[in-house]
């Protein structure tokens, strides 16, 4: 979906954009202990207007519903209005779902499909994205909207789960921010991201029960989309004196997922999979936008080497250092969406599980959220007719640049702050984040 789509003018995405932002602004507000004598007021007002006592009715299967409803309602809609209709750009993302789920049912190839009468389209995702869109394609496009649907919306009970006494305020937030509906609810390919933070989100829930099952489920999980392998490898750092056992049991489903589909569909399968992701760099929110938007940088082997040799060293300090499972796999998601040369707006999704942490990190969000969608929505395409936007655009990929790294030394801090003795949210003994 490009840039700016379904809003006409401006004025429009300015007013969707304040919407939004005010939205989040309100939670974070009521979330603040500052605060107590507005919480007590806004605790009233619902009490007036639904005859229940308090928020208590604001639970887990509440949000779930007004997340499925939100997704309905962003489906029905790009329906309606020809988003998912065949251009000459290219196939939408939701035909090119449900084309690679056909390819791989038939026996073909479901990492280079045709689809809208043109051949040779890649598909970024590994088996187990594919293995999800084959099984939606039993129903068509419809099929794979549920099947997607479903794994989008899987993220709000996952919080509500780990959250612990927070739990309403932390989904509350995720629901009302960027993060989440306005990229999972208007693009599939938003919704076909979320497998990241679900993946994540789904290790530490099972981990409760025991570690190597749930490394190896978010191991597996990974390979739908490659990125997610690295928190769930960071997290396994907090599993106890087994830690290797875990560290392994993820590395070792992913990588025999990986095999036995290298096995069946030779090199087809990595090019689309690992080394066009890897070197994908024509669009990026953050500093990368720059320095590759004004030639001071030039996408190369180079570069993308010393990209992976950092996102490795930030998953293997995590590991040895990281004091809870949480937040290790929080910094190693913001250090991923930080380093990628390809940050398109749908790819903040993988900070979802960030909003755990604490207040002060979804404030952190908030503003990240903000400038970013700003600049995807705004920026990048509707305001070409000031002259062009990327003086503007330039400004607040370096701006979303310096929100991630505070981001980031904001989990750091936290992470030191904490006592190794801490409960772990992923412990069966925690009860609180």
Do not use: K
């Amino acid at each position: 979906m490009t840039a700016g789509a379904g809003f006409s003018a401006p004025f429009a995405l300015g007013g969707f954009i304040v919407l939004i932002s005010a939205a989040g602004l309100l939670v974070l507000w009521y979330d603040s202990p500052r605060h107590a004598g507005w919480q007590a007021r806004v605790r009233r007002w619902a009490r007036r207007l639904t005859g229940r006592p308090g928020l208590a009715w604001v639970d887990g299967p509440f949000l779930t519903g007004v997340a499925a409803v939100a997704f309905a309602l962003g489906a029905l809609v790009m329906w309606s209005s020809g988003g998912y209709a065949c251009t000459t750009a290219g196939p939408p993302d939701l035909t090119t779902l449900v084309s690679s789920g056909r390819a791989f049912l038939g026996g073909g190839n479901p990492f280079t499909i045709t689809a809208c009468g043109r051949a040779g389209n890649p598909v970024p995702a590994g088996i187990a994205s594919v293995l999800l869109d084959a099984l939606g394609s039993l129903a068509g496009p419809v099929g794979v909207l549920l099947v997607w649907g479903s794994v989008s919306v899987a993220i709000i009970p996952l919080l509500w789960s780990l959250a612990g006494s927070q739990g309403g305020r932390a989904t509350v937030f995720v629901l009302a921010s960027f993060l989440y509906l306005p990229i999972v609810a208007v693009q599939v390919d938003g919704a076909s991201l979320a497998l990241v933070p679900v993946t994540v989100l789904l290790a530490l829930y099972l981990a409760r029960q025991g570690w190597v099952r749930a490394a190896a489920v978010g191991g597996f999980l990974a390979t739908g989309r490659f990125p997610a392998l690295f928190p769930v490898l960071g997290a396994s750092g907090r599993a106890g004196p087994r830690r290797s056992v875990v560290f392994a049991a993820a590395l070792g489903a992913f990588a025999a997922a990986t095999l036995a589909t290298f096995a069946v569909y030779g090199t087809r399968f990595p090019g689309p999979v690992f080394w066009a992701q890897l070197s994908r760099s024509h669009l990026a929110l953050n500093c990368w936008g720059v320095l590759e938007g004004e030639g001071w940088l030039t996408p190369s082997s180079s570069v993308t080497i010393v990209q992976v040799l950092l996102t490795v060293a930030l998953v293997g300090a995590c590991w040895a250092w990281a004091r809870s499972s949480l937040g290790g796999a929080a910094i190693i998601l913001t250090g991923t969406v930080l380093l990628a040369q390809f940050l398109s707006f749908t790819e903040l999704v993988f900070l979802v599980p960030v909003a755990l942490v604490g207040t002060r990190s979804r404030w952190w969000l908030w503003a990240i959220g903000v400038v970013a969608s700003t600049n995807y929505l705004l920026a990048m395409r509707s305001l070409d007719w000031l002259g062009g936007p990327s003086r503007f655009s330039y400004a607040l990929d370096l701006l979303l640049t310096a929100l991630l790294l505070g981001l980031m030394v904001e989990l750091v801090r936290n992470e030191l702050r904490a006592p190794r003795s801490a409960p772990d949210p992923a412990s069966p003994a925690a009860g609180t984040l």
